[in-house]
Each structure stands twice: as structure tokens, then as C-alpha cells.
């Protein structure tokens, strides 16, 4: 009963990570749709090969991926998507700022040797600031990665669509490339273990 219980549970951590990241997603993905249906280019992209073309892709990325995920539909296929556009927002946008805090703190502890406490609470206060932009896309990025290789869990429309294409050729596109369990009787069954 108890082993029950525990497999009840953990089939609930996909979801939960779904959810959450989708929501994030989502959110993010319509503040870009908004910027970008309003007629305004996004700053991010300004600097960029085909800007408005990246805008869009980015945007749809995040809304319609965060929409899939939060369903479990093609999960792993968003989730890499995810990985992919967090990645590029990491090392474009936020390398530098990471730079600047290693200097910060170079800072912070030559005003704390020379015990200058109004500097080096200036600088720790920096220090923090600049970290903060780099939780986000982190954060994301973990989170879309552990969704890809864990898969959507039992929750999903990916899940319910694999109960349905078991077993058949379609499975490997349908599931993203998961396996699911053969049937006794399946053609591509592997072979029952000696006894």
C-alpha cells in the first residue's frame, strides 16, 4: 500500500514541473505577443540577425510551448525548444552581467579588508541586483532540461496518445521517441527473459 502511494506521488512530479514551467512560459511568451502585436520590436532582438523573425520565434516559443507543456502535449519537443531559447539568453544576455558580478565581489571584499562599510554595502547591493537576471533563464532552463529527459508522466496528452499508439509504428513519432512498454502479443516485443 504504501509503494502505491509513493508511485502515486512521484507520477505527480512531471506534472507539477509542467505546470510550473508552462505557466512561467506562458506568461513570459504573452508579454513578448503583446510587445510584438502592439507594432514595438522586442530589445532583446534588436542587435540580431532577422530581429523581427527571432521576436516572433521567441514569443511563440514561449506562449505556445508553455500552452503544450502545461496540456503535456509534445513536451519533449518544447522542453528542448526551452532549452535552446534559455541557453541563448544566457550566454547573450546575461555572461556580461556575470562578469560584472565576479568584479563586484572583487570589490566587496577589498572595501571589507579595508573597512570601508559604506562601499561594501554598495557593492554587495550591486552584486545582488546583478545576480537576479540570471535566476530566471537559469531556472527555466534546469527545469525544461529535467522535463526533457524525464518525459511529460502519466498526466499528459502525450501519455493518454501513447496508451492509444501502442505498440504501432507511429509510436516513435507520436511519443517523441519513447518507448512505451510493449503488449504480450506486440511484433516488436522483446523476448520474455529465460526462466
Do not use: Y
Amino acid at each position: 500500500m504504501l509503494d502505491n502511494a509513493r508511485v502515486r506521488l512521484a507520477s505527480l512530479g512531471p506534472l507539477v514541473l509542467r505546470l510550473g514551467l508552462g505557466l512561467g512560459f506562458l506568461l513570459h511568451g504573452w508579454g513578448k505577443f503583446s510587445t510584438l502585436i502592439d507594432g514595438q520590436e522586442l530589445a532583446m532582438t534588436a542587435n540580431m540577425w532577422w530581429p523581427t523573425g527571432l521576436a516572433w520565434a521567441i514569443a511563440s516559443t514561449e506562449f505556445i510551448g508553455g500552452l503544450c507543456l502545461i496540456v503535456g502535449l509534445l513536451t519533449r519537443f518544447w522542453a528542448a525548444g526551452q532549452v535552446i531559447a534559455m541557453t541563448v539568453a544566457l550566454c547573450k544576455f546575461h555572461i556580461t552581467p556575470l562578469e560584472e558580478t565576479c568584479s563586484r565581489l572583487g570589490e566587496v571584499f577589498r572595501s571589507l579588508f579595508e573597512g570601508n562599510g559604506d562601499a561594501m554595502r554598495t557593492s554587495l547591493e550591486q552584486t545582488a541586483m546583478a545576480f537576479g537576471g540570471i535566476q530566471t533563464p537559469l531556472l527555466f532552463g534546469v527545469i525544461a532540461l529535467a522535463l526533457f529527459l524525464m518525459g511529460p508522466g502519466c498526466w499528459s496528452i502525450d501519455h493518454l496518445v501513447g496508451l492509444i499508439f501502442r505498440g504501432r509504428k507511429a509510436n516513435a513519432v507520436v511519443g517523441m521517441g519513447m518507448r512505451f512498454p510493449a503488449r504480450e502479443g506486440d511484433d516488436d516485443a522483446p523476448p520474455a527473459p529465460p526462466a
